[in-house]
């Protein structure tokens, strides 16, 4: 069994590369950017290359290093490499759902990664087998690929049935694709999840977050715009804004919780955002105390921006195991305790009879927050006060995260004072 | 191939348990603490049981999840457990190494486990095999059984066999043994590896680090004195300080690198250690700067100590891949390009154009700070001063760190100047 | 690497149960059928059920009994169940590929899985890519599954979905489907690939060999007609014979080669057609000899045929190994020398001095028959007399044999005295 | 779960190989030698070799193939050679007791792998406890090696140790080593175990038994006389004959059910040793009926020798999966049933309405007579005969096999005719 967390779950991790001079070893470096991208998904890992026209996937449950290893790698030749890291929901952890997800039709070959959640995916799957479609997954990406195949049926560019695609789709999706000839890169017109470019040499790259192109040593250019279409082979790249409004509407969940704090999305750093939200967090719910501590790993950012603020010293008051993450053996006993201490310990040394105010990320179940809160005082914090650096999380977002229904989420069962008094913290903002 | 490093390894972890009213799940509470110390070591991981007199063990190479699975812990019934993580040094990697060793013999049966280095092993093993013995491993620990089975042969108590061991015993040993009827734990005179001892409710706890007590939810008593032989069994706890000089010699990495921060060894908080020598580092080595960052994990206590001491910012300027640890499938092409951003990136919005500290624990050969200058400067930074927490690393020390000779320590070859140049730093303290 | 064979490969197996009084583990008895069956297929293994009108699958690369396990088999309760083991032709090895396929579409769910081979599949597959569908996998099978369900929008019952379908396939194929609601199984109007009917106690088997019927401890009843479709569910079995033309034409080697001994085809028993073979051999090829010698497995039953028509008696004369069948690392060496004496041995006790006639049943590519000459020659036989139970082995046959081109066999390129002199045998009938 | 079986379990078997002239695989070679010996254990496999005096080894559970793949076999590399498959007796199937067993003592290295059973091994367990020796494992052979190197300090010469050690030890036990600088093969002075000696060009190789010399392309040139010591290395072969009496007790079950028949053990075919049987049967419990069917595998000789002798024609009315062997998964269902058709069908076109005699070699625990009895009986054998090669098992014989008590053993229990009346035959001799 796993460590189970109340936490929300990271989202899925796409990266592309094509390498129009042939001399880099694009199956390579796509797992060192997926290693990188490793923190948006630990279910299952796959790469498809595209080979003189011809498309070659690996791809199963696992993390990136246990599927793929040194044979496999070298198998994978190519120009253009695919790289998927996937964070699988309910129903869906089988490896027959990893992706990339490769197909043949009419036109051609097509392999498809995508980072999002497809609102109106029962109504597709429904209209799709009407038509004679046939379903071998339960994952989106099936859809996706049937409706982007379909639309290509009737027009005379994959530019022009992507384009249909997006009017008939809802919902949050960044998508990488390769054809026989072309890497294909586009993102929701609304912007949720995010999507990057950047170039290795001479190389084009796009990836979730910058962090994976920094690890393959390559730089960030730019943004994927909300709605944008990006087409990259022998030619260069080409972009289509047709479907461009301008203003996005990047995940809140982004910036406060799934991407890494190196990673600059939508031209902002991650890191900064937090930071940002932290000092915030002291101008508006500012109070007296000894020391800022921050509940790793998201919410240390937001601490150091707290401290900066309000002058009180940033501390390590909490550590985390740097092993977990890893799947833990549970048994009935360490489910009555929570499990806390496994994976976070309260260092006694430092919040001993001092007033802490502990910056967390987001209170989403709120027993994780409950047991810090219980951690602490057992060290012998004398005042606990809790600080969130993103608004009460009032509605689950149809766009990704996996919560499954409000009734789990604190803040729509209570007010802000019930919810500090079952945390146990002397204040809470 | 696994994501190399120049830092010192980490040493091998420990854990005991006795539970006289035989209601807890010794096996299982022993992988949780095995969890907590796998940073100790993660080339193999065991645990053996006394259930009645008879002893069990499962012990392979790999982490303790991988190793242990909910079957194997529920077939490890009794009510006295001994855990081990281990790193294995060049030559010790295969599985009939990995510990903790378990014997007959003519007066029983034992089970051990160890953290240290006997110096005089070969001196040892020689003699014993004059004498008759024959060895199937290349680890200290069957040198370890032989020498204390033997000892007992000649004398009426186990507690006298290991007096004579320990006069016989040249090096660093802190020892976990289950007998039949007993356990029993041990540091050599000079206490180089640190072993502490806690309760959980009436069970008595032994663990080479205090973090490991919190995480199975126990209470830290003290630390086993160097040169102290505990025995604990229904009785409850007899020590012999007979060995004791009063005056241990903690390996000074124990504190600056290889624990955990939450831990306490020897009395003294690590994370306090480490705040306290980041602080004087900065009345030593002051500068003015911009911010102070430190080196993920081990260097951040240190960093946060000189902020404090200068009142130069803390801010969060290296970000560290959080799966690094796992393995890393490496090309020739990573090695050229040093593999460090896969492990560790700069955020390149905190740093730019800003005068730089950066501290670190140590420089063992000098490659890893190399790189993170360059890192950071690739990111913008305008200077780089680094600080280093530990005094040179002159003489590699025979007991217990794997650096195979002085040639590749960097202290030992340049002076102080000549390093910093190597490193490329601003300056280097 | 495998022990390479000159032989021609098996084909796959297929299996179901419909228990329609909820008694019977399904998944188990499937289990035990595909090992009875194993002989058939050693590359993947799959099972579907269905479980009040769902469908569950688990399939995977490997034999029956290292892709099953207890759980597993737990797992897949139900009251219909469907197996598959597959020997997989060049391009087909993936896992992906592994049978029963199982899809979703507009009518519902389908489980299915076949023996046999498609004639017309790139064709039929260019037709169905016309209009929309795409491929996952290079599966025969998917195409199967594609044509009926395409169908099935056009007409009313799933019968008369398959009927049409029927018209448009060429080849060979024995299929069995699981539905929400029955079981369905089939065999091409030329009952090219064998399929019979059985009960187990109230419940319908449905095998590609009886002799999976007898494993599971139920009785045969009769084969499925060529050109039949037979569906099962609570209201019993229906037949529909609209496409049955009275006359089959089952693969030869099914009855010389691929079958096992114990197993009734269309109303024979294989061992008799052997048997017969044999006696038939003696009278057109009889020659005068000491021994009569059958090559293992498959020669046995002939070469005991020509034993009881010649009156030569029958003796023990090569021997195989029982473990041959699992994997074999070769390296240059061996390959130089044939493997043949891993895999068979002769009896140098036995055929030393003798004039030996030995029964095989086939000569493909020759390289095999030559090695046992050799082997007996080497073992002290004085004369070695080949009778080969099956013609000469003239063209390759387009529904489901391996063999890749006429160049490869033997019979295409040589008169039969020819072959007799490659062979190095004294006569070859 | 396995296939369980009221069958005798077979023996280890050795394999040792010295290549002078250094240009052999060595290492494959024995490899290829326990695929071929495959039959005498499943549980665990290994070799050793000794490169340049220096000795190496791999070993684990599992079956050669399982054990050993292409890199393991590369690293392995050496002119001595030394396997072992072993076949594990209760309590002894971890695989620390995998052999070969190697150590390192005071005059040296040396690995040891051995076929037998030591009757008074727990006797020199307890002496050499006392002589300060402690014990890693269950297995015999760490006693053996213990008794060994003890005695070498005593003397001047290996040969001499084991001479002494051979006055120590009571049992079967045939033996092969290798030491820094030569290959020792033995025999206990009543040879209970086969070893014989073979000749591979200028190599020299011992074998448990003449079909893995066969198997590596080798010549057999005698067994190796009960009690004799052989030598090899540089210098040749020299053999030690003075505790040989001249007259062994090679284990009964060797010639009739643990070899394979194409092996030649003390001299005798095993294949004509179970004719001869099957011969002798037919003179001294002859019965007039229409067939003779032997039990595959061991049983087949003797059906074929009783047909000869009696003139009944043999006829293959058993047939057995050749998948046997490898692990199936039973369920309660299986269990009363007897899993019996799982392993061997009785041929109903053979059997039906004929007067049949079954030839099987041994009735242990009598099940599984009964069971092919009923199997034969329902598939319409008018008579069954049950005719077995070998004499009453009366007593279960100390020197290696496994059967646990006389309780269990039918022929202790029951006269001749009860049995018969048990297993439901209408004659048994």
């Known amino acids: 069994m796993t460590v189970m967390t109340d936490k929300l779950h990271e989202e899925c991790?796409?990266?592309?590369?094509?390498?129009?001079?042939?001399?880099?070893?694009?199956?390579?470096?796509?797992?060192?950017?997926?290693?990188?991208?490793?923190?948006?998904?630990?279910?299952?890992?796959?790469?498809?290359?595209?080979?003189?026209?011809?498309?070659?996937?690996?791809?199963?449950?696992?993390?990136?290093?246990?599927?793929f290893n040194e044979m496999v790698l070298k198998y994978l030749s190519g120009n253009y490499a695919l790289g998927h890291v996937r964070y699988a929901t309910a129903?869906?952890?089988?490896?027959?759902?990893?992706?990339?997800?490769?197909?043949?039709?009419?036109?051609?070959?097509?392999?498809?990664a995508y980072n999002g959640n497809i609102i109106n995916?029962?109504?597709?799957?429904?209209?799709?087998?009407?038509?004679?479609?046939?379903?071998?997954?339960?994952?989106d990406t099936e859809i996706l690929a049937y409706i982007i195949t379909r639309e290509r049926l009737q027009v005379q560019t994959t530019e022009q049935a992507i384009l249909n695609a997006m009017d008939k789709l809802t919902g949050a999706y960044s998508v990488v694709m390769l054809c026989?000839?072309?890497?294909?890169a586009l993102r929701d017109p609304n912007g949720f999840r995010p999507l990057c470019l950047g170039m290795l040499g001479k190389a084009y790259v796009i990836a979730s977050e910058s962090c994976a192109?920094?690890?393959?040593?390559?730089?960030?250019?730019?943004?994927?715009?909300?709605?944008?279409?990006?087409?990259i082979n022998e030619n260069g790249l080409q972009s289509n804004v047709?479907?461009?409004?301008?203003?996005?509407?990047?995940?809140?969940?982004?910036?406060?919780?799934?991407?890494?704090?190196?990673?600059?999305?939508?031209?902002?750093?991650?890191h900064h955002a937090r930071l940002e939200a932290g000092r915030c967090l002291a101008r508006r719910y500012g109070i007296d105390a000894d020391i800022v501590i921050g509940v790793p790993d998201s919410g240390i950012d937001a601490a150091i921006g707290y401290s900066y603020e309000s002058g009180i010293p940033y501390a390590l008051g909490l550590i985390k195991n740097r092993y977990v993450g890893r799947t833990f053996i549970q048994t009935k006993q360490n489910e009555r305790e929570g499990l806390v201490k496994i994976k976070i310990n309260a260092m006694a040394s430092v919040v001993k009879n001092k007033r802490v105010i502990v910056v967390d990320d987001s209170i989403v179940r709120g027993t994780t927050t409950f047991n810090l809160?219980?951690?602490?005082?057992?060290?012998?914090?004398?005042?606990?006060?809790?600080?969130?650096?993103?608004?009460p999380f009032l509605n689950p977002?149809?766009?990704?995260?996996?919560?499954?229904?409000?009734?789990?989420?604190?803040?729509?069962?209570m007010s802000i004072d019930e919810i500090r008094k079952t945390l146990g913290a002397d204040t809470l903002g």
Chains 1, 2, 3, 4 share one sequence.
Request: overall charge neutral; aromatic content about 8%.
């Open 91 to 112: 129903g869906s952890e089988g490896r027959e759902n990893a992706q990339p997800f490769v197909i043949k039709y009419h036109k051609g070959q097509m392999a498809i």
């Open 397 to 413: 977002c149809y766009f990704g995260t996996d919560i499954s229904s409000r009734d789990k989420l604190i803040a729509c069962r």
């Open 213 to 231: 192109i920094d690890a393959v040593g390559g730089q960030y250019l730019r943004d994927i715009k909300p709605g944008e279409i990006v087409m």
């Open 373 to 391: 809160v219980k951690l602490l005082r057992e060290a012998g914090a004398r005042e606990v006060h809790v600080r969130i650096s993103s608004p």
């Open 180 to 184: 026989s000839n072309k890497m294909i």
């Open 121 to 139: 995916a029962n109504k597709l799957r429904g209209e799709l087998e009407e038509n004679g479609a046939m379903f071998q997954t339960q994952s």
């Open 13 to 67: 991790g796409v990266f592309g590369i094509f390498d129009p001079e042939k001399t880099l070893n694009v199956a390579h470096i796509t797992y060192s950017a997926l290693y990188a991208l490793q923190h948006r998904g630990q279910h299952s890992a796959g790469i498809a290359v595209n080979n003189e026209g011809e498309l070659y996937c690996h791809r199963d449950s696992g993390l990136a290093n246990e599927v």
């Open 242 to 270: 047709s479907k461009s409004t301008g203003c996005g509407s990047l995940c809140v969940f982004e910036q406060i919780y799934f991407a890494r704090p190196d990673s600059v999305i939508d031209g902002q750093s991650v």
